[in-house]
């Protein structure tokens, strides 16, 4: 047991930051069997619960780090399943789930990305039991037997080996344990929601532990499918969980762990907000919507999307301690499958769908060793080993209403059979029903870092602290493509340009090859009359195939690597913190910290894919005939309609200024921090209606405040509040899809945010318990975006929605001495609607689609724990 000097002296070790202690409610009194009323109140201020934020143990209290912890009493209590559910009691916390299941989009203090593209990492790193979980795919399962959730906020590179510029989650099961017990639970609620959980553990030897656990999670749609009388947005999940726990002797335990988990879902809903002109067309076909009327819960669609995930994988945890110095090392293996089949047209038209198969195999190999000496100097020194390998296979489906769709947009039913007749295709092949793209993407990432942190005691209450993370991080990626719709094959300029040459020439077009277009481009007698021609093809007023240039949604793909694209990223970084850490009196400690953070390049693994501006330069209305000179076209790897993007961004440099208070009273805690944090190359992601930008933002700033605090005026009741303030900008951001917003506030990101609750505890005689409990949720006024590329693009960026959010959360529960648990439970009780979020409807043009908030569950639990 170590003395109250060497834990304050610990309390300075390793990490970043500053301060902040999230919700620490009197539900730990759950965690104590015995039922001791003063342990039940120091857990609930606070000074019993124990965090590994800087990789050592530690009480929250004395943790130098701007970590916010949720026990799993708190859980509990709150009914929170999974990750998405954890914001409302973690007020800097994010999480949004978008198009399937496994888009779920993890931010901090404003900062995070990572949806909807395999190839982009996430900004917040997520960890459970200490290994790296590198997709929201693999993080989103139910929470099993968790102890706690750790939230660290700002940049973490100094200590965790892998995208930690944001923040970090880290989820910390229950080990095994050697006295027999476990627990079991049943759920049922609204929308026919069954929950059933179950643990188990106990002794197999004397120095054998082993721990079973099991989850079960089903709960019918609240979203409506009208015209497939079926329902969406369900649950569908279960997971299996087994644990060894082996301890030979006090110096050396090993922590065995093998999970499975599956989801087979139909998720999410998208409804329409804006009802644009294209609408008409949708109906014109047989489609429907259900127009603006987003928290209806009714949509149209041609098909129910299917979600599978599987995700599974192993982990070995060996803690060694010889004197002063402790050796850990942590293995993993992980398998993740994710597949989804949907209407990404989102209305009953059959128009497009969107088949999409991934599956990411992942090593992880963290060695670390600390020390613990008598002397004012302590170190903590690690390694971290990442490997990844990627692939997915996906393609996008022309359905049966898609030609008769797209010919009402373009103005005319016929309209498709003059151009095939034209352009020399067959008649109905634009357009026509079955493959319009076929995709493969791989990706091959390897990883590897050192880090490490010294800690000074300079006096007994001044602490010193510099850590390092020196990190390398190699990929290599595979993008080829094949697009089907013969539209989007030709040029509309270049078609012109070849008719006008065969024309002039007259020769058959099949003659007009590329050496006779040149020699007719530079010749003494033809150079004239080919500029005229070419003037005439980059003029709508003379040339109509220009109308059709919106409609050639899917153009053939450049295959990556090429002569010019190595298909490649080699990125290294050193990043570092410096702290002070002053202890001002016995309950009172202060503290400035100046940390910066790395997150590698990510890659577009997606059929939006193109090459760099310079790289390539096409010519009007994305002309290779009228291209001037770049790398690709003189390598001869141009393709018809190539147009510039990006085939990955480069990495993200985070930066942290923190000062901070952290107190903790009798009866009365409370945490301030003032940061002031930066992201350069911030990775933003856009959709623009047809497709995803993927690019850097030069600069994202955001200054803040995150203030919380505990009272217990007396012992059975304690209140909690927590709240973040922030100020963000961008400070560097001209070329977005929206234009240029340097100076602008970026989207999405409320200036308030608040989470506070209240419990109270009434014990009967006997020992019996009553213990209701209730929280709210607060997400100020704010836009939802910078704007859409498309619908407020038209309208000059202006008319950007925005959304508020006031969720409140309830539960009762009844606690009687044998162990038996019963209570009910209501989440967003009053029924609060918002957006998640918003964007331009698929190949629809002025149309504005939206994921709409889930309505208020509510429910019956009984629990029993032995």
């Known amino acids: 047991m170590k003395t109250i000097s060497l834990a304050r002296r610990g309390a300075f070790l390793a990490g970043s930051a500053a301060i902040a202690l999230a919700l620490p409610t009197v539900a730990m009194a759950q965690d104590n069997p015995e039922g001791d009323d003063t342990a039940d109140n120091e857990a609930a201020m606070g000074s019993q619960i124990i965090v590994t934020a800087t990789k050592r143990e ?53 900062f995070g990305n990572g949806d909807n593209n395999v190839g982009i990492e996430p900004s917040v790193g997520v960890f459970i039991d ?24 700002g ?65 019918d749609g609240y979203t409506h499918v009208v015209n497939l009388d079926d329902d969406i947005s369900d649950r569908n999940r279960w997971g299996a969980r087994g644990q060894l726990l082996i301890e030979p002797s006090s110096d050396l335990k090993v922590r065995l762990i093998g999970d499975y988990s599956k989801i087979d879902e139909k998720c999410c809903t998208v409804a329409n907000l804006v009802a644009g002109p294209t609408v008409p067309a949708v109906f014109a076909v047989g489609g429907a919507i259900d127009p603006e009327d987003p928290f209806s819960y009714n949509v149209y669609l041609n098909k129910v999307p299917i979600n599978k995930i ?51 195999k992942t090593f992880t190999q963290e060695f670390r060793v600390a020390s613990d000496f008598d002397g004012p100097l302590n170190f903590l020194l690690g390694g971290f080993y990442f490997n990844e390998k990627i692939n997915q296979d996906s393609a996008l489906t022309t359905g049966a209403d898609g030609r008769s769709y797209f010919s009402l947009l373009a103005g005319n039913p016929q309209v498709f ?9 067959p008649q109905n092949s634009i357009f026509s029903a079955g493959p319009l793209t076929s995709e493969h993407f791989s990706m091959d990432n390897t990883s590897y870092s050192i880090f490490g942190t010294v800690d000074f005691e300079v006096t007994d209450r001044l602490t010193l602290t510099g850590g390092f993370n020196y990190t390398h991080d190699k990929k290599d990626f595979q993008l080829s493509a094949i697009a089907y719709d013969e539209l989007s094959n030709i040029n509309l300029v270049d078609a012109y340009i070849v008719g006008g040459i065969a024309q002039a020439l007259q020769i058959p077009v099949s003659q007009v090859t590329p050496t006779v277009i040149n020699s007719f481009a530079t010749g003494a007698q033809t150079a004239q009359i080919f500029q005229f021609i070419a003037g005439q093809a980059v003029n709508p007023n003379v040339n109509p195939l220009l109308a059709l240039v919106p409609l050639q949604f899917q153009p053939p793909f450049l295959s990556v690597p090429n002569a010019v694209e190595p298909g490649k990223t080699r990125d290294s970084d050193w990043s570092y913190t410096l702290r002070a850490a002053y202890e001002l009196t016995d309950n ?3 503290y400035v910290t100046y940390a910066t953070g790395f997150k590698a390049s990510s890659v577009n693994l997606s ?51 923190e000062l901070g208070l952290k107190a903790q009273f009798p009866h009365f805690g409370f945490n301030l921090a003032l940061f002031d944090q930066k992201i350069k190359g911030f990775q933003a992601f856009t959709f623009t209606g047809t497709g995803f930008i993927l ?70 005689a006997g020992g019996t318990k009553l213990i209701p409990h209730i929280d709210y949720s607060h997400e100020s006024n704010t836009p939802v975006n910078n704007g859409l590329p498309t619908y407020n693009a038209a309208l000059g960026n202006t008319k950007i929605f925005r959304r508020e959010v006031n969720i409140v959360n309830a539960s009762v529960n009844l606690q009687l001495t044998n162990g038996l648990e019963v209570g009910v439970w209501a989440r967003n009780l009053l029924n609060d609607h918002y957006i998640m979020t918003d964007f331009d409807g698929v190949a629809q043009s002025g149309t504005v689609s939206v994921y709409p908030s889930a309505p208020r569950t509510y429910g019956a639990v009984a629990r029993f724990k032995f």
């Open 130 to 153: 200490g290994v790296f979980r590198s997709r929201s795919a693999g993080q989103i399962g139910d929470l099993a037997n968790v102890q706690r959730i750790e939230v660290l906020r």
């Open 417 to 425: 059979n003059g151009v095939e007749l034209a352009l020399g295709l």
């Open 310 to 360: 599987k995700s599974y994988g192993g982990s070995a945890q060996i803690d060694y301690s010889a004197g002063p110095l402790s050796f850990t090392s942590i293995t993993a293996y992980r398998r993740l499958d994710s597949y989804f089949d949907q209407d990404v047209d989102f209305t009953s038209a059959d128009i497009v769908s969107e088949v999409r198969d991934q599956t990411l």
């Open 695 to 764: 690019s850097n933002a030069g600069k994202e700033s955001a200054k803040g405040v995150e203030f919380d605090a505990t009272i217990s005026p007396i012992d059975p009741l304690v209140f909690t509040f927590a709240m973040t303030y922030l100020d963000p900008k961008y400070d560097d951001f001209t070329n977005s899809p929206v234009g240029n917003l340097t100076g602008q506030r970026p989207g999405g990101i409320p200036t308030w945010a608040i989470s506070t609750g209240a419990t109270y505890t009434i014990e009967f």
């Open 155 to 219: 940049p973490q590179s100094t200590l965790f080996g892998k995208n930690a510029s944001a923040g970090v989650i880290s989820i910390v099961t229950r080990e095994p344990q050697f006295e027999f017990g476990g627990s079991a639970e049943v759920s049922y609620g609204n929308y026919n929601a069954v929950v059933v959980k179950g643990d188990i553990t106990g002794p197999i030897t004397d120095s054998i532990a082993f721990s079973l656990d099991a989850n079960y999670n089903r709960r």
């Open 58 to 110: 530690q009480t929250l209290q004395d943790t130098p780090v701007a970590v916010s912890v949720t026990t799993g009493a708190q859980l509990e209590q709150s009914q929170v399943r999974d990750l998405l559910d954890l914001q409302t009691l973690t007020p800097s916390l994010r999480v949004s789930q978008l198009q399937n299941s496994s888009n779920t989009t993890f931010i901090i203090r404003g």
């Open 588 to 590: 009172l400690n202060a």
């Open 607 to 657: 059929r939006d894919s193109r090459p760099l501006y310079g790289d390539y330069i096409p010519g009007p209305y994305n002309s290779s005939i009228l291209a001037p000179s770049s790398p690709i076209r003189d390598a001869g790897l141009g393709v018809a309609n190539l147009s510039t993007g990006s085939r990955f961004a480069g990495p993200e440099d985070a930066t942290v200024i």
